[in-house]
Structures are given as C-alpha cells and as structure tokens.
C-alpha cells in the first residue's frame, strides 16, 4: 500500500489501495475528530471522484 494522504485528503485507487471499508474508517475517525473539535455543527464528510 502506497502513501493515502495527499495534499488535499485520502488518496488511491478504488477498491485497490482505497477499499470501502478503509474510506468508512477514515470518515468515521475524521467525523468523531471534528465532533470533539466543534460542536457548533455537525460534522460532514464528502468523497469524489
């Protein structure tokens, strides 16, 4: 597996260096960080493509 972290999130390759449940892990760990961080909103997770 390669670097992930890019200059502007998570990158890789769908379903090779990228799996579904990698993304889920990442957003969830992002999601609880920004909850701690904030709680003036929720947080919001985006992927593209």
Request: no cysteine; glycine share 10%; hydrophobic share 45%.
């Amino acid at each position: 597996m390669g670097r992930l972290f890019g200059t502007d999130g998570v990158r890789g390759r769908a379903n090779v260096d990228l799996t579904p449940e990698l993304a889920l892990a990442v957003a969830v760990a992002a999601a609880h960080t920004l909850a701690e961080t904030d709680r003036s909103h929720p947080p919001v997770a985006v992927v593209g493509r």
